[in-house]
Each structure stands twice: as C-alpha cells, then as structure tokens.
C-alpha cells in the first residue's frame, strides 16, 4: 500500500504481507481481514474518488474469499489443470469456476462450488476456510461450519 500508516499499522501490515508471501491461500485473522478491508477502501476512494465506496462488508468478503479462490488456484495447478481441464473434468461451466476463483459472489452455485472443492480435494481446507468465515461461506456457499 502507498498510504503512510502509523507504525503500529505499518508493522501489521508486513505481517500480513510476510504471512501471504509464506502461503498465498494463508487464512487471516478477524482484526487482519479488518485492517486491509480498511485500507482497500482508503485506496480505492483516493484512485476513484467520483465512484461509489464499497460497503465494508464487501470489502472484508473480498478479503475473506481471496484465500478460497488462492487455494483452488493452487490445487488446480498442482493438478496441472487449466479452467478448460477443471471444467472437463467437473463438468462445470468456466465461468462458474472462474467465479468461484475470482469471488463473484452472484455467480457462485454452492452445489457446483462443493463439486470442484472435491475434484480438487481440498474439502479439508475449505471446512477450516469456512470455519474461520462463517457469516461468508454461509451467504455464498450454504454451509456452516463445513461445506
């Protein structure tokens, strides 16, 4: 970020960064997500300062769902699928895959989401991703504690 943080901050924010460079798909913490949720906004209302702010919810589901879409990137690759590949093989439309990768919350179908989770066998992770996400993973993916 460009923005000058106050120390404290600032020392957060490498932790984070350090925590992402370690495991793309890492599972942040509630004050975490909170912080660059904060940022984001800040960012993004000094780049498009005429355009609509995001709500925080929306931004801190970005957040939240980035590790998700992470993690299904990494599976895919060391599958060495492509979209086109994960979509033969789950019979699954690209853009729902691309949607559930990218976040696109309205496009995700949490049945066809369960499905590609499994052909890429990271239900395990994606049970501790909702678990750490509750409120999101039960709005787009329909579950609670486990998908």
Known sequence: MTLATPPSRATALQRIE??????????????EVALLAALLRTEFAASFPDA??????????????RALGRRCLQAR????WGFRDASAVTRIPLYRLRA???????????????????????????????????????????VGAAP
């Open 52 to 65: 609509p702010l995001p709500t925080p919810a929306a931004v801190e589901d970005m957040v939240r769902w």
């Open 77 to 80: 690759d060391e599958r060495g």
């Open 100 to 142: 559930i990768e990218e976040g696109r919350f309205q496009d995700v179908k949490p049945d066809l989401a369960r499905r590609y989770f499994r052909a890429l066998r990271i239900e395990e992770w994606v049970s501790r991703w909702a678990r750490a996400n509750r409120g999101l993973a039960a709005r787009v993916l329909g």
């Open 18 to 31: 350090r925590k992402l460079q370690r495991h793309a798909a890492a599972l942040l913490t509630e004050p």
